[in-house]
């Protein structure tokens, strides 16, 4: 909870997320639960292994990108059967449910359980389920972006990518779109050119973190190179001031993860994020959780919360914020109807009381 009075609005506003990876969506209390379930052993040479405790105060510790990414990965080899799948997606739609989230596009990482043998279609039809009942139970609509990780060859990725399972998903619709995750600044996006050209090629969507910890090159060459409509993080964008005015005029979401950015340490604070610059140039960005479990049990609220904390923004700022994110959704014009219909009356509540 913040703590100016605007909680409740910021609570209210229908609220779309497009950064956050499922796989970060796995508390250190469900990590120790499934790893005894699953018989996965934990390293025992990291006494933040001790207990879902010790873990939990690790994560308030993190030094870099590499670092929680190195986390990240050990958390998600407890995910074994579709059933684990879908209960870690199932938490985040309860979450996100609370803090007003209407629309949701969700990163996953396919390599990361291929290589330690779990199959695809393991992975899918866990998601899918918990996506069908967060349609009818919450009536939050989602989409799936399938991710490929760059610290991996790019030959991995095309040959996932390739692959029969990643294919029919494609074709029968269960995947919205591409992206590209971790460890950003060894390897720039032009190295995944060929993957991002077969997707669209087959009209996929296509987005890509950059400028997280890479340079703002990064999100130039995803844009020329990747085609990419949308870009990750992109807080360095700030660095390259013609840049900045291309993705003005283009209208290029960037989708921010406040809080990240701060225990990543891309920032020292959210006030250090060029957010009320974005604003003022007309750069489009949504707020995202990006990693809610790993990031202090952070979800989409609360980095709405953060970024008022931080801006002091008014009810005409968030308007705009969330009318940029409803535009830059990868949704239906009807569905985007009804959350533009929900933000109107919402700010107009907010005005009302304001004035009264
Ligand atoms: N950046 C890169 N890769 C990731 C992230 C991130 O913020 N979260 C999960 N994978
Ligand atoms: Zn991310």
Redesign the pocket.
């Known amino acids: 909870m913040c703590k100016f009075g605007i909680h409740n609005f910021l609570k209210a506003l229908p609220k779309c997320e497009h950064?956050m990876?499922l796989?970060?969506a796995l508390t250190p209390a469900v990590l120790f639960k499934l790893a005894e379930k699953n018989q996965i052993a934990l390293p025992t040479d990291d006494a933040a292994f001790t207990s879902p405790e010790t873990l939990a105060e690790r994560y308030n510790h993190f030094t870099s990108?590499n670092d929680?990414?190195h986390y990240?990965y050990i958390g998600m080899s407890v995910l074994v059967d579709s059933a684990d799948y879908e209960a870690l997606a199932w938490d985040y739609f309860q979450h996100a449910s609370a803090d007003g989230l209407w629309h949701a596009e969700l990163?996953f990482?396919p390599q990361a359980h291929l290589d330690r043998g779990v199959s695809y279609e393991t992975v899918l039809s866990g998601f899918m389920a918990a996506r069908d009942r967060a349609q009818k139970e919450l009536d939050i609509s989602s989409e799936l972006i399938c991710?490929f990780l760059r610290h991996l060859p790019a030959s991995s990725a095309l040959e996932t990518f390739k692959s029969d399972a990643v294919q029919a998903s494609i074709k029968n619709g269960k995947i919205t779109g591409i992206g590209l995750?971790?460890?950003?600044a060894p390897f720039p996006p032009e190295l995944f050119t060929e993957v991002y050209e077969q997707a669209q090629a087959l009209g996929l969507r296509r987005t890509a973190?950059a400028g997280?910890?890479g340079p703002p090159a990064y999100i130039e060459r995803s844009l020329t190179d990747l085609k990419v409509e949308r870009v990750?993080?992109g807080i360095r964008l700030v660095e390259d001031a013609n840049l900045l005015q291309q993705i003005a005029e283009r209208q290029v979401l960037l989708t921010v993860?406040p809080v990240?950015n701060v225990l990543?340490r891309c920032v020292s604070s959210v006030s250090e994020l060029p957010l009320r610059k974005f604003l003022d140039m007309g750069v489009r960005f949504s707020i995202n959780s990006?990693?809610p479990a790993y990031f202090g049990t952070n979800y989409i609220l609360d980095n709405y919360c953060a970024v008022q904390e931080a801006f002091n923004f008014g009810a005409a700022e968030w308007e705009k914020i969330c009318e940029n994110a409803i535009h830059g959704s990868w949704c239906s014009a009807e569905r985007k109807g009804a959350m533009l219909a929900k933000l109107k009356s919402v700010v107009r509540d907010q005005l009302a009381m304001e004035t009264a």
Do not use: A, I, T, V
């Open positions: 950064h990876h796989e970060g990108l929680f990414l990240y990163f990482d991710c995750d971790s460890s950003e973190h997280e910890e990750d993080h993860c990240s990543l990006d990693d």
